[in-house]
Nanobody, 122 residues
Framework: QIQLVESGGGSVQAGDSRKLSCAAS????????LGWFRQAPGKEREFVAL????????FYADSVKGRFAISRDNPNNILYLQMNNLKVEDTAVYYC???????????????WGQGTQVTVAS
């Protein structure tokens, strides 16, 4: 059972940057897909970004494309989400997840972290 733990959330001002981390209890499987999702108050959880554990192509939600970047530190089993030019509408609980399909559908992800809150003030 792989455990994922997010960190790095907090309160920021609009236009600021923030970097989230997700530490895995063990090395992701070679063909794993690593993703970030978020859930804003009163809304359903939505896809943010994903990448292959072995590297290569990445995929982003239109709402964050050009502002957010997903990356990983394989030797240390850490997934990152660099968030730049944050907007009020980016306020949400951010979750990292691990799955086996290159898919933004959260139902394809088997392992989830507990989430970290990011609040963006105007």
């Amino acid at each position: 059972q792989i455990q994922l733990v997010e960190s790095g959330g907090g309160s920021v001002q609009a236009g600021d940057s923030r970097k989230l981390s997700c530490a895995a209890s063990q090395r992701p499987y070679t063909n794993s897909i690593l993703g970030w999702f978020r859930q804003a108050p009163g809304k359903e959880r939505e896809f943010v970004a994903l990448m292959r554990a072995r590297g290569g192509s990445q995929f982003y939600a239109d709402s964050v494309k050009g502002r957010f970047a997903i990356s990983r530190d394989n030797p240390n089993n850490i997934l990152y989400l660099q968030m730049n030019n944050l907007k009020v509408e980016d306020t949400a609980v951010y979750y990292c997840a691990m799955g086996s399909q290159y898919d933004s559908n959260q139902r394809t992800y088997d392992y989830w972290g507990q989430g970290t809150q990011v609040t963006v003030a105007s």
